[in-house]
């Protein structure tokens, strides 16, 4: 019913910037807060950066001044602008989305498939 597609993932270089996109495809009437969460290989996967329905924005320490989340509220689509990347930012990025959809009454959870970023030095 709901999908959640990630794309700008790719490969670049220490100090380079890549721009993330998200959008959610399906019967959507509102979404609520959409999140990227990141996963390297070996660890857990962590939080990066969250925006809510009144565009409030919450960043994860390692990357408060280099990345920057917004969304399109038309186009059911969250970004995630990303400066200054460094190594440690090599990951696999997921969406997370609560949101929505016609002819229900809650919000449910959706994620993306990822996309893979790599950072070299």
């Known amino acids: 019913q709901v999908q959640l597609v990630e794309s700008g993932g790719d490969l670049a270089q220490a100090g380079g910037s890549l721009r993330l996109a998200c959008e959610a495809r399906g019967n959507i009437f509102s979404i609520n807060m959409m999140a990227w969460y990141r996963q390297a290989p070996g660890k857990e996967r962590e939080l990066v950066a969250t925006?809510?329905?009144?565009?409030?924005?919450n960043y994860a320490n390692s990357v408060k001044g280099r990345f920057t989340i917004s969304r399109d509220k038309a186009k059911h689509t969250a970004y995630l602008q990303m400066n200054t990347l460094k190594p440690d930012d090599t990951a696999v990025y997921y969406c997370n989305a609560h949101l929505r959809t016609v002819g229900t009454f809650g919000n449910y959870l959706y994620w993306g498939q990822g996309t893979q970023v790599t950072v070299s030095s």
């Open positions: 925006i809510d329905s009144d565009d409030k924005t």
